[in-house]
């Protein structure tokens, strides 16, 4: 009896093949494996019970980090008798195609890489069919080491022979390599070869961080800049260098117990933190506290991560004469301020002055893929970025036309989505498209995982705002390409990327709430209630309208829009608070009663900032939600409980918060007091929308939502009322992930 298997899913870069070749092996079973490029095929011949016990083994028994979204196996005619079972020249086929991330260094992999009497002792590329690059080094499919940056490197003896072994844990690992054969590490850029070794190499690299200085390190997707995380003037430093003066920096620790030392986590935190992806998690900082205040400023939570590579576990444990060498290291993105994270020497030349001495190699990133970030909520995940370890994985929608489509995203935390069937594929993380260098990284990506996924878009979607440089460019590959271009309102794709990965094609009230984005009526949106779903969407309400005036400055300083909240924009209050000077006061006043560079705005971003310039915790945004996340930290420093009744609007929230402040109220109670407020209002609102509508499903989305002590009170409030909530988990309820949501209307 023979059948013919077809597997989809990620097997492909996880040992599949030489685990279906073993396990035909354990049941008799003759035949062949082969990568077709969107799917794995095999003809499986031998007994009918046997044949069972096999297909009954595959799912059960796959590689770890592999995933079958779906299985075909059909009984054929026996035309072909085999003899043995192996495993032959993949051949690309058309089809959906299905793509590894990039897997963090396995346990055997980093016990091997430790052991004095293993060939692979210090080897900083060591991998196998279980871990290492994927995605970042893929050309295109089918995953073979051919159409991979590792082509460059032709295996040894050695490692062909483990290449070829069935019984070895590198059987048909695409990567592998050890210290005769594999990439080399350098020290600084450009093609000079100081004739300095792997090991001596990552001594002085050692020594330069211990003695507090920066070195950028180049991983798996990009480049880090990597400093004591203990030692404030290093991080100082690095501020500095990279005029970052406020925004959190991630920490890599050593290892599990180095996180437990400094931060809380709970199991399942540790589960994911210690997962094949190893994210960014944000952990609850312990206290005192034991890292330098200046990683996270006046923040409760620090971003926390692992080494995923074999590069980093080195950096942090190495047998040279440095025995107290830092159990945490800031690990940052490795670019200039605005720029995605650098990939190559010639990118790196943009960081040169940030750092003491740049750590580079020889094997090429083709797709950059910056760290995935993450939070938790009542012990499930909340993606905030969406990259390395998790993209380009795809979400299946049930409901979907046969289109291509191309989904250019947001302006800001900009990702791109290509969609295909019933799957939209998410790109990793590309970073704020608001310069010409970015669009031309966002443009060169687009390219790059179109041509990998064999997507080629019968349709391109974007925002419709008309400025955004994202929607300029989906219009310029819209006129090159001759493809039809639809653009959608921006609140209204952050609520279907809720209904996307939830797969919800009914009506729901859609709470969409961020900092900013383009009205159908050309104002300022940002705290809208829609009555919507898949395919249509009304603004039935929204929080209290006010005067952004400033234009940029407004969304920057944040006391101007206190100021226009203010009744009759009153300065002696302005003046009071120590906003700002008398002129900046009196100028902005004179914008705000002439109606100059003003616009009605709806943004709960903005009110936020207003909220956090009375409170006096911060004034000016150095970064993109600083103020809002100061504002959450101050709110959770107050322990006891606080109720908001009466209050019916954000513009009554704002007043009385204000009128409290004035009367000397403590800022801890009055940032609670705003949370538990806005909470009362979304529900409120949602309560007779509901009760009108006759809608009782509840779809909240926007980067608001990624404020677990806002999000937390709002789902407690409609649970009582028992509102079904949709929530984003996996995808990015901020900007990030509006790509997604573009996606989902254009296969609708």
């Known amino acids: 009896m023979t059948y013919n298997i077809k597997i989809f899913g990620i097997v492909q870069g996880v040992g599949f093949r030489p685990f279906i070749k073993n396990l035909a092996d354990t049941f008799f079973i003759f035949g062949s494996v082969a990568n077709k490029g969107s799917y794995v095929e095999i003809f499986a011949q031998g007994s009918e019970k046997n044949l069972e016990k096999f297909l009954r083994e595959i799912p059960k028994k796959s590689p770890p980090r592999s995933a079958i979204l779906k299985l075909d196996a059909k009984k054929i005619s026996e035309e072909k008798i085999f003899s043995d079972f192996k495993i032959i020249e993949s051949v690309h086929e058309k089809g959906d195609i299905f793509v590894s991330p990039d897997i963090a260094i396995c346990e055997k992999c980093s016990e091997e890489l430790f052991d004095k009497n293993n060939r692979r002792y210090l080897h900083p590329f060591i991998n196998c069919t279980a871990c290492g690059p994927r995605l970042t080094i893929l050309e295109n499919m089918p995953y073979d080491r051919e159409r991979t940056s590792m082509k460059n490197f032709p295996m040894c003896k050695n490692c062909s022979e483990e290449y070829f072994d069935k019984n070895s844990r590198r059987f048909d690992a695409q990567p592998i390599c050890c210290n005769d054969c594999g990439p080399k590490l350098k020290l600084g850029i450009g093609n000079k070869d100081l004739g300095i070794s792997d090991a001596e190499i990552i001594k002085r690299v050692r020594k330069i961080i211990f003695d507090g200085g920066i070195v950028a390190i180049k991983g798996i997707g990009g480049f880090h800049l990597a400093c004591d995380a203990k030692n404030f003037s290093a991080v100082k430093k690095l501020r500095e260098n990279k005029f970052r003066p406020q925004k959190p920096f991630a920490v890599m620790f050593k290892n599990i117990s180095s996180v437990e030392k400094y931060c809380h986590l709970s199991e399942n935190e540790k589960k994911f933190l210690d997962s094949p992806q190893k994210p960014i998690i944000l952990l609850q900082k312990k206290f005192p506290e034991k890292i330098v205040e200046n990683v996270a400023p006046k923040i409760n939570k620090l971003g926390a991560m692992l080494p995923y590579t074999p590069l980093h576990m080195l950096i942090f444990d190495f047998p040279d004469e440095i025995k107290n060498f830092p159990d945490a290291l800031v690990m940052t993105s490795g670019n200039p301020s605005g720029v995605p994270i650098s990939i190559d020497d010639d990118e790196v030349k943009n960081i040169f002055d940030f750092c003491d001495e740049i750590l580079t190699h020889d094997r090429k990133i083709l797709l950059r893929a910056d760290d995935s970030v993450m939070n938790f909520y009542k012990n499930f995940p909340l993606m905030i970025r969406r990259s390395r370890g998790y993209s380009p994985l795809p979400i299946f929608i049930e409901k979907s036309k046969k289109i291509s489509v191309l989904a250019i995203g947001g302006e800001l935390k900009n990702t791109f989505a290509l969609a295909k069937n019933n799957l939209i594929y998410s790109s990793p993380y590309i970073g704020d498209a608001e310069n010409l260098q970015t669009v031309e990284i966002l443009e060169k990506s687009v390219e790059r995982l179109s041509d990998l996924l064999e997507i080629f878009p019968e349709k391109i979607i974007c925002d419709k705002h008309p400025r955004y440089q994202t929607s300029r460019l989906a219009e310029k590959i819209s006129v090159e390409k001759n493809i039809p ?29 961020d900092g900013t984005g383009y009205g159908d009526d050309g104002k300022i949106w940002g705290g809208e209630f829609f009555i919507c779903d898949a395919k249509n969407y009304r603004r039935v309400d929204s ?14 300083e944040c006391w101007r829009n206190s100021l226009a909240m203010i009744k009759n924009f009153d300065t002696e209050i302005a003046k009071k608070l120590n906003f700002a000077d008398e002129k900046e006061i009196s100028a902005q006043k004179f914008l705000l009663e002439k109606n100059l560079n ?12 207003a909220v956090a310039a009375v409170l006096g915790i911060c004034k000016k945004n150095s970064y993109e939600g600083e103020a809002a996340m100061k504002l959450q930290s101050c709110a959770e420093n107050f322990s006891e409980k606080v109720e908001v009744k009466n209050i019916f609007s954000t513009q009554e929230l704002f007043e009385k918060i204000l009128s409290m402040r004035l009367d000397g109220a403590e800022k801890e109670f ?7 407020g806005l909470a009362e209002i979304i529900f409120e609102k949602v309560l007779k929308i509901s009760e009108r509508e006759k809608i009782f499903t509840v779809a909240l989305s926007g980067g608001v939502f990624q404020n677990i002590f806002l999000l937390d009170s709002v789902i407690k409030k409609l649970e009582r009322k028992n509102f079904k909530i949709l929530l984003n988990k996996m995808i990015p309820a901020n900007d990030g992930g509006i790509c997604i949501g573009q996606a989902f209307f254009a296969i609708q």
Do not use: W
Request: charged content about 20%.
């Open 598 to 609: 003003c616009i009605e705005s709806t943004s709960c971003g903005r009110l936020f900032d």
């Open 670 to 676: 009055l940032a609670k007091y705003f949370h538990e």
């Open 485 to 513: 271009l639809e653009k959608i309102q921006h609140h209204y794709a952050h609520i279907l990327s809720n209904l996307a990965e939830n797969n919800f094609f009914g009506e729901v009230i859609g709470v969409s709430f």
């Open 543 to 556: 929080i209290s309208k006010f005067i952004q005036a400033g234009g940029d400055k407004s969304s920057v």
